[in-house]
C-alpha cells in the first residue's frame, strides 16, 4: 500500500536513510544514560530485547518477501524503532512484554504495508499502543528512579517476572496526577517526595536527555523545527490555560513539557518522516495536532500520557493534511 504525500519536482538528497538513523541512534544516546544511570542495567536488558526481536523480525519479513535483507537491515531503521520502543516501555516489563512489542512494530506497524517507506503510522508507536491497550498491568509498573538494579538482579526481575527488591514499581507523577483527579483530590496532596524541580523526580533528568538529542538532531538537520516547536506548543497552550483557570485542578504548562514522553515524542517520535506531513505549514499543524490531542488525553481520557496515541492519529491525518497543502508546481521554461 502507498500514499503520495508529496508532488514533483524532487530534488536529490544529500544524505540516506543510514546516516539520518545513525544520527538519531546517536542523539538517544543521553537518554539511554541517563535511564541507565536512574535504573540500572534493566534498560539494557529491554534495549538488547527489542532490538534483537525487531531485527530478526526483519530479516525473516523481508525473506518472505524475497527483498534484500543486507541494503535493508543496514538502513537500521528497524533497530532505530526496536531503541524507541525500549526506552518508551517500563524497564521492569517481563521479557516478553518488549519482545511482543518489537514484533508487532516491524510486522505490523511496518512490513505488511511494505516495509520502510510505505507504513502510514509510526511503527515503535504501533508496537507501543498495542502493549498500553494489551497488557495494561505490565505496562505501567515502572521502575522507581531511585533503585540502580544490577546486572543479576535485573536478570531476575525481567525474565522472572517476580521482584525481590523492596519498593521496586512507583507510579509515576503523571500517574499520580491521573489518579489525584480522578478521585478529585487536590494536586497540592500529592506527595512532595515524587516532584523534582520541573517534573517528576528523575524523569525531568530524561526529558532533558531527550531535549539535548532532540537539539543535536536539529543541529545536523536531521530534522526540522516545524514539528517540534508546534507539539510543544500544542501542549503547552491548553495547559497554560487551564493552569490558569484552575491551578489546584490543572499542572502547570511546563510541568507538562518535562514530564512523560513529551520531548521524546516532540523531537523523536513525531518527527518520524515517513508517517508525518511533508510540507512546512503541514508539520505546524500535525505537530500541533499531536500536541493539543497529548493534552486531551492527559487531562480528560484514560491514560495519564497520550504521546502515542496522538501521534497515530495524526498519522491517519498527515495524507489528507498533505493533500489540502500540497505545494504547487513551479513552471520553468524550457
Same mark, same amino acid.
Given at each position: 500500500?502507498?500514499? /503520495?504525500? /508529496?508532488?514533483? &519536482? %524532487?530534488?536529490?538528497?544529500?544524505?540516506?536513510?543510514?546516516?539520518?538513523?545513525?544520527?538519531?541512534? !546517536?542523539?538517544?544516546?543521553?537518554?539511554?544514560?541517563?535511564?541507565?544511570?536512574?535504573?540500572?542495567?534493566?534498560?539494557?536488558?529491554?534495549?538488547?530485547?527489542?532490538? /534483537?526481536?525487531?531485527?530478526?523480525?526483519?530479516?525473516?519479513?523481508?525473506?518472505?518477501?524475497?527483498?534484500?535483507?543486507?541494503?535493508?537491515?543496514? +538502513?537500521?531503521?528497524?533497530?532505530?524503532?526496536?531503541?524507541?520502543?525500549?526506552?518508551?516501555?517500563?524497564?521492569?516489563?517481563?521479557?516478553?512484554?518488549?519482545?511482543?512489542?518489537?514484533?508487532?512494530?516491524?510486522?505490523?506497524?511496518?512490513?505488511?504495508?511494505?516495509?520502510?517507506?510505505?507504513?502510514?503510522?509510526?511503527?515503535?508507536?504501533?508496537?507501543?499502543?498495542?502493549?498500553?491497550?494489551? %497488557?495494561?498491568?505490565?505496562?505501567?509498573?515502572?521502575?522507581?528512579?531511585?533503585?540502580?538494579?544490577?546486572?543479576? +538482579?535485573?536478570?531476575?526481575? !525481567?525474565?522472572?517476572?517476580?521482584?525481590?527488591?523492596?519498593?521496586? *514499581?512507583?507510579?509515576?507523577?503523571?500517574? /499520580?496526577?491521573?489518579?489525584?483527579?480522578?478521585?478529585?483530590?487536590?494536586?497540592?496532596?500529592?506527595?512532595?517526595?515524587?516532584?523534582?524541580?520541573?517534573?517528576?523526580?528523575?524523569?525531568?533528568?530524561? *526529558?532533558?536527555? #531527550?531535549?539535548?538529542?532532540?537539539?543535536?538532531?536539529? #543541529?545536523?538537520?536531521?530534522?526540522?523545527?516545524?514539528?517540534?516547536?508546534?507539539?510543544?506548543?500544542?501542549?503547552?497552550? &491548553?495547559?497554560?490555560?487551564?493552569?490558569?483557570? +484552575?491551578?489546584?485542578?490543572?499542572?502547570? &504548562?511546563?510541568?507538562?513539557?518535562?514530564?512523560?514522553?513529551?520531548?521524546?515524542?516532540? %523531537?523523536? !517520535?513525531?518527527?518520524?518522516?515517513?508517517?508525518?506531513?511533508?510540507?512546512?505549514?503541514?508539520?505546524?499543524? #500535525?505537530?500541533?495536532?499531536?500536541?493539543?490531542?497529548? #493534552?486531551?488525553?492527559?487531562?480528560?481520557?484514560?491514560?495519564?500520557?497520550?504521546?502515542?496515541?496522538?501521534?497515530?492519529?495524526?498519522?491517519?491525518?498527515?495524507?489528507?493534511?498533505?493533500?489540502?497543502?500540497?505545494?504547487?508546481?513551479?513552471?520553468?521554461?524550457?
Amino acid at each position: 500500500m502507498q500514499f /503520495s504525500t /508529496s508532488c514533483s &519536482p %524532487f530534488l536529490p538528497a544529500n544524505t540516506s536513510v543510514h546516516r539520518v538513523m545513525r544520527q538519531v541512534l !546517536i542523539a538517544l544516546i543521553p537518554a539511554f544514560t541517563a535511564m541507565f544511570w536512574l535504573f540500572g542495567y534493566t534498560v539494557l536488558l529491554q534495549l538488547l530485547l527489542a532490538s /534483537s526481536t525487531a531485527l530478526l523480525a526483519e530479516v525473516i519479513c523481508l525473506r518472505l518477501r524475497k527483498r534484500p535483507v543486507k541494503i535493508h537491515l543496514m +538502513d537500521l531503521s528497524a533497530l532505530v524503532s526496536a531503541v524507541l520502543l525500549a526506552l518508551a516501555i517500563p524497564t521492569i516489563a517481563p521479557w516478553w512484554v518488549s519482545t511482543c512489542g518489537a514484533l508487532f512494530a516491524i510486522i505490523i506497524g511496518k512490513q505488511v504495508y511494505g516495509g520502510l517507506g510505505y507504513n502510514p503510522f509510526n511503527p515503535a508507536m504501533t508496537g507501543y499502543v498495542f502493549l498500553l491497550i494489551s %497488557f495494561p498491568q505490565q505496562m505501567t509498573a515502572w521502575q522507581a528512579p531511585d533503585i540502580f538494579i544490577s546486572l543479576a +538482579d535485573a536478570l531476575h526481575v !525481567i525474565f522472572s517476572g517476580t521482584a525481590t527488591i523492596d519498593g521496586l *514499581s512507583s507510579a509515576t507523577l503523571l500517574d /499520580s496526577i491521573k489518579t489525584a483527579g480522578a478521585s478529585t483530590a487536590l494536586l497540592t496532596e500529592i506527595p512532595s517526595t515524587s516532584t523534582g524541580l520541573l517534573a517528576g523526580a528523575g524523569w525531568e533528568l530524561i *526529558s532533558m536527555a #531527550y531535549l539535548l538529542g532532540g537539539l543535536w538532531l536539529l #543541529y545536523r538537520k536531521v530534522i526540522s523545527w516545524h514539528i517540534p516547536v508546534a507539539v510543544l506548543l500544542g501542549i503547552f497552550m &491548553p495547559a497554560g490555560i487551564n493552569f490558569f483557570l +484552575d491551578a489546584n485542578a490543572a499542572s502547570s &504548562p511546563v510541568f507538562h513539557l518535562f514530564s512523560g514522553a513529551s520531548l521524546c515524542g516532540a %523531537f523523536f !517520535i513525531a518527527t518520524d518522516p515517513v508517517s508525518a506531513a511533508t510540507s512546512n505549514t503541514g508539520r505546524l499543524i #500535525y505537530g500541533g495536532l499531536i500536541g493539543l490531542l497529548s #493534552y486531551i488525553i492527559r487531562y480528560w481520557g484514560g491514560y495519564p500520557d497520550g504521546i502515542a496515541f496522538a501521534v497515530l492519529l495524526a498519522n491517519l491525518a498527515a495524507p489528507s493534511i498533505d493533500y489540502y497543502l500540497r505545494p504547487k508546481p513551479v513552471n520553468q521554461p524550457l
